[in-house]
């Protein structure tokens, strides 16, 4: 059973940067598609960008287009949100989560289509 924990989530003001990281366990992160979400109070949870491995063409949400970028570390086993310029709409729990299919950078991730997830991380902005 794949294992995901999420850390690095905070309160910052607007502008600034914050540095999401996840790890990943019992997995073979060459099968995985992984991706973070995030779930604003009182809305549903979108997904804000998605990579499968060796692909250069990871998925992004257009609001974060620009401004976030979907990693993952050497040893594969940590999969990092780097997010700059934040802006107060960017305040929600995000999640991290892994799907043992392909996903096309060109398509966003679907929560239902997601298999494990991690539990969340806060995350608010302020103005």
């Known amino acids: 059973q794949v294992q995901l924990v999420a850390s690095g989530g905070g309160s910052v003001q607007a502008g600034e940067s914050l540095r999401l990281s996840c790890t990943v366990s019992d997995y073979h992160y060459s099968n995985y598609c992984m991706g973070w979400f995030r779930q604003p109070p009182a809305k549903e949870r979108e997904g804000v960008a998605a990579?499968?491995?060796?692909?250069?063409?990871?998925y992004y949400a257009d609001s974060v287009k620009g401004r976030f970028t979907i990693s993952q570390g050497n040893s594969k086993n940590i999969l990092y949100l780097q997010m700059n310029n934040v802006k107060p709409e960017d305040t929600a729990i995000y999640y991290c989560?892994?799907?043992?299919?392909?996903?096309?950078?060109?398509?966003?991730?679907?929560?239902?289509?997601?298999?494990?997830w991690g539990k969340g991380t806060q995350v608010t902005i302020s103005s």
């Open positions: 990579v499968w491995p060796g692909d250069s063409n990871p």
């Open positions: 989560a892994a799907r043992y299919r392909y996903c096309s950078g060109d398509y966003p991730p679907m929560a239902y289509a997601m298999d494990n």
